[in-house]
C-alpha cells in the first residue's frame, strides 16, 4: 500500500513538474503576474488545455506517425537494436512491474514474470552497453567550486535543463544499476528471509527511481526536440 | 409493640424469609446432588511433578471397586477420574467432541468406511470436512459408527451417545454393552500394559464398557456382549445356563496393583508419550521395512508429541496449523505452528509470537525466493516423503488398521492412499497433503449423490458380489477330505487359486501357465497340480479302484457346501457318480447331462459346473490385482440396484470416474465431482534440512519434468477398469503445466543469466563510480582538466 501511494505521489509529481517547466519555459502567461496563485491558475489551464488538446490529437495513427518519426530509426544498426533493446525491454518492466505491484495483491506470477526477468536480463546487457558506449555523451564537467554562501543559493548552482537531462541520465544509470543488483543478489545464496524482503523492496523503489529519472530525461528531451528554436 | 417485641418481629421475619430463600434455593432431598459441590477440581499449583495416582476405583454407578468381590464391574473414567478432573469438559475435547463441535477446523483424515465385497471407500467424518459425508447421512447411527471405527476410538463421541441417541436407535445394543466412556488411560497410561489391540478387540466383542479396563491391563476381561440376547443387562449378572458361547463378559482385575484399601495405583503421564499417539496417528510407506523408517526429525530431537500439540484439560488439541488461532481464540496456537515455533511469525506474518519454543532453531532460508514463504507451507518443502514419480503410497492407523496386533492380520493395504499431493487450500497456500479417492455405490437424486449401505448393496446384488465366496466354499468343502499334504485348488487363467484361513481365496500365479487355458479343479500337492477328476475310462477294467472311494469322498464334502445349489455329481465321460441314499451311484449318464464333464451340481436335473462361468471369470479377472469387482459386476448390481424400489439412478464412483448404465445397457463412466479425491494437508513426518526440497537447489523442483510438478496420478479403486481419472501433480496446485515445464527449462539458463547479470551490474556499477569520482574531483578543484 505504501509502495502503491509513493508510486501515484512520485509518478505524479515528477509530471507535474516537468508540465510546470514547460509552461514557465514556454507560456507567455506564466511570467505575466508574480502572484503564485494566479500563476497556479494559469498553470492549472493550460494543463487541461494541453491535456483536452493532445486527447483530441491522439489516435493510432498518430501515435504510429509519431513513433515513426522518433530519431531512433535514424540511428546506425547496432544502436537502433540497442536502444530498441533498452527502451522495449525498460518499458515491458515498467508496465508489468508497476502494474502487478499496484493492481495484483498476489504480485507478479506466471508468464508475465517469465517475461519480466527475460527483460530484466535485456535491460541489463543494454544499459551496461550503452554506459559503457555512451556515457561520456553524458559526463558534465562541473566547475571547481569554492566555498561560499552562494553555493547554497539555487539560482547559482547552475541548475539548467541541459544538466537535469545529464543528472536524469546518471540516476537512470543508477538506478537500473541497483535494478540490476537488486535482482542478481536474491538468486545467489547469500541473502536469509530478512536481506529478500528488503532486496524485494529495495527492487521496487530502484525501479520507480528509474522510471522517475527516464521521465525527466524523456520530458526534457522530447521537450528540448518540439521547443521552438526560439526559445531554447 | 414494644421497641423488644418490634426487634423480635424484625428479627423472626428475617429469620423466615432467609429459611423460605435457602428452602427454594436448595435442592430437594430426593435429587442427586449437585457434582459441582461434591467435586474439588484439581488446579495445578505451580509444581512439575505429577502425583501418585494410587485412587480407589468406581465404577459406572459411582460405586466403589472392591476388586475381590464376585463379578466386579469395570472401572469408570467418568466417576474414576472424574472427581479430580472435570469429565464434562474434557468430553467436549477434540478427540471426543465430533458431534457437537461447533468449528470443524482444517480437514483431517477421514474415517475410511472400507468393504472390499462392495467395493466401498467411503470417507465420513462428523466434521463438515469437505469430501466427506456425516455418518448420519449415509444411515450410520452412532452404534455402527462405533463399532466400525471403535478400534481407533480414545471412547467418548459416539461411543458415549446421549440418552436421546440411545433412544432414537431402541435397534442399538447399547444397554448391553454399555458406551464406551472417554478413556483416558487410552493417552495418559504409561505402562506398557496400555494394549490397543484389546482394546480393538473388546470393541468388536461389544465389550464397550469394558474395553478401558481391558486394554489398559488394569484387569482381564473375558465373555462377548455381542453373543448376548439384546435383552441382557449388566444387573442380570452372569449368564447360568451357559458357560461355553453367551459368555457374560466379567473382569479379573489385577489385584496386585491394588492396596489393602483397594486404591489402584495408575501409571501416568501428565504429556501421554508419543507412542500412545503414534497408535492411531501411525503413517509409514505401504511395504517399507520398520528399520529402515526414519523418525519424524522433532522426535530425534526429543521432543514428544504433546510438546507441541498441547491441550489444557478442554483438550482441545492444539493441530498447530496456521489460522487455527484465528478460528479458535486460542493465541497460544500461534506459538505452535512451524513458523510461530521458528520463525516467531503469527499466520499473517507478524513478528508477534515468542520464536524459539523447545529450542526450535531459526531457520536461514539463504537464497531462497520470498514467493515460497507466500505461496507454500512450510511442509511442502519438509514434511512427507519427498515427490517421487507416481507419489508415495502410505498406510495409516486408522485407514489401514495399523497397530492392532494378534492371531488374525489386521492391517489392510486398501484404502490406497498416497501422498505427498501438493495442493492449493483455500487461503491459496500449497501445502502437502494424503490423498483417497472414494468409492462407493450410490443413488443419484437430481444432483444429489446419496451413498448407499454396503449392506443395502449386498441385499441387492444377491450372488453377484460372492464369486470369491462361492468358489472357496467349494474349495473348502473340498479341503475335509484332502490329505495333509493336498490343498484344493481352482486353476484358471493362469492363476492358482486355493482357500485362505479367512475362509477368502488366495491367488498366486501359475509360472509358465497359459492365461486362455480352460479351468479345472485341482489337488495341490507340493509345486504339482493334479486334476481333481483324473482322466480315466470308467468302463476299463483295470481303473485304479481308490479312484471310486475318493470320488465318494468329493461328493460328500461337496454335500457340505453351504448354499449348494443342488446335488453334487461327478461326470466322467457319460458316467455320472453321486451319492443316492448314502451311497456312491454310478451310473450312465441321463441325457440332461449329456456334454457335461467334470464335478458339479446337478439342478433341477440340468448339470452346473461346481463354479458358474461368471463366478470364474471374475475371480479370474481379478486375480493378481487389488481390485475387488469388475465392470461385468458393477453393470450388474447397478441392473439390480435399478430394480428395487428406492427412487433415483443408481451409480457407482471408483477411481474418479462415475458409473452408469446408459440408454443402451452398457456401463459408461463420466467425469463427477462427486468422485473426485478426498485430501487432507499432512504434517509429519518431518524431514531433516538437509532432505528438504531446495536442499539442492531449485531444480529440486523447478525443472522440465520435475516430480513436484509433472508426476502422474491415476485414479485407484476397487473397480477394475481403464476408466480412471488421470491428474498432474500441478494441477492439484492450480498451476498451469505447460508454464511450470517453460519455467522449469528455464533454469537450464538461470546460472548464464546470473553471470550476465553480474557483468552489467559490475560494468555499469563501476562505470557509475567513476562518472561520480570524476565529477566529485572536478567539483573539489582535483581535477582541473579533463
Same mark, same amino acid.
Given at each position: ?232 | ?131 466427506? =459425508? ?573 516430480? =513436484? ?72 578543484? =582535483?581535477?582541473?582538466?579533463?
Amino acid at each position: 500500500m505504501l509502495f502503491t501511494i509513493v508510486t501515484i505521489l512520485a509518478v505524479a509529481g515528477t509530471f507535474l513538474g516537468i508540465a510546470l517547466h514547460r509552461f514557465w519555459t514556454t507560456r507567455e502567461e506564466a511570467k505575466s503576474t508574480i502572484l503564485y496563485a494566479e500563476v497556479f491558475k494559469k498553470y492549472l489551464a493550460w494543463l487541461a488545455l494541453r491535456t483536452v488538446q493532445m486527447s483530441r490529437k491522439a489516435s493510432p495513427k498518430a501515435w504510429w506517425a509519431y513513433v515513426k518519426g522518433l530519431p531512433l530509426w535514424r540511428e546506425p544498426v547496432l544502436e537502433r537494436w540497442l536502444y530498441i533493446g533498452l527502451y522495449g525491454s525498460f518499458l515491458y518492466l515498467a508496465a508489468s512491474g508497476f502494474f502487478f505491484g499496484i493492481f495484483i495483491p498476489r504480485g507478479m506470477f506466471g508468464y508475465p514474470l517469465v517475461g519480466h526477468v527475460t527483460a530484466g536480463g535485456l535491460f541489463a546487457v543494454c544499459l551496461a552497453i550503452i554506459v559503457l558506449f555512451k556515457g561520456r555523451d553524458f559526463i558534465t564537467v562541473p566547475k571547481p567550486a569554492s566555498l561560499s554562501l552562494s553555493l547554497l543559493d539555487p539560482r547559482r548552482m547552475g541548475i539548467t535543463p541541459a544538466r537535469v537531462k545529464l543528472w536524469a541520465f546518471w540516476l537512470f544509470v543508477a538506478a537500473g544499476f541497483l535494478l540490476t543488483l537488486s535482482a542478481l543478489l536474491p538468486m545467489l545464496p547469500l541473502l536469509r528471509t530478512a536481506g529478500q524482503k528488503f532486496m524485494f523492496e529495495f527492487h521496487r523503489y530502484s525501479a520507480l527511481l528509474s522510471v522517475a529519472a527516464a521521465m525527466v530525461f524523456a520530458g526534457l528531451e522530447l521537450f528540448e526536440k518540439d521547443r521552438p528554436s526560439g526559445l531554447r | 409493640m414494644s421497641r423488644a417485641g418490634r426487634t423480635a418481629l424484625g428479627a423472626f421475619g428475617g429469620a423466615l424469609a432467609a429459611v423460605l430463600v435457602l428452602a427454594a434455593g436448595a435442592p430437594g432431598q430426593t435429587a442427586a446432588p449437585d457434582a459441582t459441590q461434591v467435586q474439588k477440581l484439581v488446579t495445578w499449583d505451580g509444581n512439575r511433578t505429577l502425583p501418585a495416582h494410587l485412587i480407589p476405583l468406581r465404577d459406572e454407578n459411582d460405586e466403589p471397586i472392591i476388586p475381590t468381590e464376585t463379578d466386579p464391574l469395570p472401572y469408570s473414567a467418568r466417576f474414576t477420574c472424574g472427581p479430580c478432573h472435570d469429565y464434562t469438559k474434557i468430553r467436549d475435547g477434540w478427540h471426543f467432541g465430533a458431534m457437537t463441535a461447533v468449528k470443524s477446523g482444517r480437514p483431517g483424515e477421514p474415517w475410511l468406511e472400507v468393504d472390499p465385497k462392495t467395493g466401498t471407500i467411503l470417507p465420513l467424518s462428523y466434521r463438515k470436512w469437505p469430501g466427506t =459425508f456425516a455418518p448420519e447421512s449415509v444411515g450410520l447411527t452412532a452404534w455402527d459408527f462405533t463399532l466400525l471405527f471403535g478400534r481407533n476410538m480414545p471412547g467418548g463421541g459416539p461411543a458415549e451417545p446421549s440418552d436421546e441417541e440411545v433412544a432414537a436407535h431402541p435397534e442399538a445394543r447399547w444397554s448391553v454393552s454399555g458406551k464406551a466412556e472417554v478413556n483416558c488411560l487410552a493417552c495418559h497410561n504409561r505402562s506398557g500394559r496400555q494394549d490397543q489391540s484389546e482394546w480393538a478387540k473388546q470393541v468388536l466383542r461389544e465389550n464397550l464398557r469394558w474395553a478401558a479396563t481391558s486394554a489398559a491391563g488394569v484387569g482381564e476381561v473375558g465373555g462377548m456382549a455381542s453373543r448376548l440376547k439384546e435383552t441382557w443387562d449388566i444387573y442380570d449378572g452372569p449368564n447360568l445356563d451357559d458357560h461355553e458361547w453367551a459368555v457374560v463378559p466379567s473382569v479379573k482385575y489385577r489385584t496386585v496393583d491394588f492396596d489393602s484399601k483397594h486404591r489402584y495405583f495408575f501409571d501416568l503421564n501428565y504429556q501421554p508419550s508419543s507412542e500412545r499417539c503414534l497408535a492411531c496417528h501411525s503413517v509409514s510407506p505401504k511395504d517399507a521395512a520398520m528399520w529402515s523408517a526414519d523418525a519424524d526429525v522433532h522426535a530425534a530431537a526429543g521432543l514428544k508429541c504433546t510438546d507441541c500439540h498441547r491441550n489444557d484439560l478442554g483438550h482441545a488439541i492444539l493441530r498447530g496449523y496456521e489460522g487455527e488461532a484465528a478460528e479458535t481464540g486460542n493465541r497460544t496456537a500461534e506459538s505452535f505452528t512451524c513458523r510461530g515455533c521458528h520463525l516467531g511469525e503469527n499466520a499473517a506474518g507478524e513478528k508477534s509470537v515468542m520464536p524459539g519454543r523447545l529450542g526450535a532453531p531459526y531457520p536461514k532460508h539463504t537464497g531462497i525466493p520470498l514467493v515460497h514463504f507466500k505461496r507454500l507451507s512450510c511442509t511442502v518443502c519438509h514434511s512427507g516423503p519427498k515427490p517421487q514419480e507416481g507419489f508415495t503410497r502410505v498406510r495409516t492407523s486408522r485407514a489401514n488398521r495399523l497397530g492392532i496386533y494378534g492371531v488374525a492380520t489386521w492391517s489392510t493395504d486398501t484404502p490406497a492412499i498416497i501422498e505427498p499431493v501438493y495442493k492449493k487450500d483455500e487461503k491459496h497456500k500449497i501445502s502437502p497433503q494424503r490423498l483417497v479417492w472414494p468409492a462407493f455405490w450410490a443413488r443419484r437424486v437430481g444432483k444429489e449423490i446419496v451413498p448407499l449401505k454396503p449392506a443395502e448393496v449386498e441385499a441387492a446384488a444377491g450372488d453377484l458380489l460372492k464369486p470369491e465366496e462361492h468358489i472357496a466354499q467349494v474349495l473348502i468343502a473340498l479341503s475335509q477330505v484332502m490329505a495333509e499334504d493336498e490343498t484344493p485348488v481352482l486353476v484358471s487363467g493362469g492363476f492358482v487359486f486355493a482357500p485362505n484361513v479367512d475362509a477368502g481365496l488366495d491367488a498366486v500365479e501359475r509360472t509358465g501357465a497359459k492365461r486362455d487355458a480352460p479351468a479345472f479343479w485341482g489337488i495341490g500337492k507340493g509345486t504339482d497340480i493334479l486334476p481333481l477328476v483324473p482322466d480315466f475310462d470308467p468302463a476299463a477294467e483295470d481303473k485304479d479302484p481308490a479312484v471310486e472311494t475318493r470320488f465318494l469322498e468329493f461328493l460328500q464334502a461337496l454335500g457340505t457346501v453351504l448354499e449348494k445349489p443342488g446335488e453334487p455329481v461327478i461326470v466322467v465321460k457319460k458316467t455320472a457318480y453321486r451319492i443316492v441314499d448314502g451311497y456312491l451311484d454310478i451310473a450312465e449318464a441321463p441325457a440332461e447331462l449329456a456334454g457335461a464333464a467334470g464335478p458339479g451340481w446337478i439342478i433341477e436335473g440340468k448339470f452346473t459346473p461346481l463354479a458358474t462361468d461368471f463366478d470364474v471369470r471374475t475371480v479370474t479377472a481379478k486375480a493378481g490385482t487389488e481390485q475387488t469387482l469388475t465392470e461385468e459386476q458393477v453393470a450388474l448390481v447397478l441392473g439390480a440396484l435399478g430394480k428395487t424400489a428406492a427412487g433415483g439412478d443408481p451409480v457407482y464412483l471408483s477411481g474418479g470416474r462415475l458409473f452408469q448404465i446408459d440408454k443402451a445397457g452398457n456401463l459408461a463412466a463420466r467425469k463427477d465431482k462427486a468422485a473426485g479425491p478426498v485430501t487432507w494437508p499432512l504434517a509429519h513426518d518431518v524431514r531433516p534440512a538437509q532432505q528438504s526440497l531446495g536442499w539442492k537447489g531449485c531444480t529440486d523442483c523447478h525443472s522440465g519434468g520435475s516430480d =513436484f510438478f509433472f508426476t502422474k496420478l491415476k485414479g485407484t479403486g476397487p473397480l477394475l477398469t481403464k476408466s480412471v481419472a488421470k491428474r498432474s501433480a500441478a494441477s492439484f496446485m492450480g498451476l498451469g503445466g505447460i508454464f511450470q515445464r517453460i519455467f522449469g527449462l528455464s533454469f537450464i539458463v538461470r546460472p548464464a543469466l546470473k553471470v550476465v547479470l553480474a557483468i552489467c551490474a559490475f560494468v555499469a556499477g563501476a562505470l557509475l563510480l567513476l562518472a561520480g569520482l570524476v565529477a566529485l574531483g572536478r567539483f573539489a578543484g =582535483f581535477m582541473e582538466k579533463r
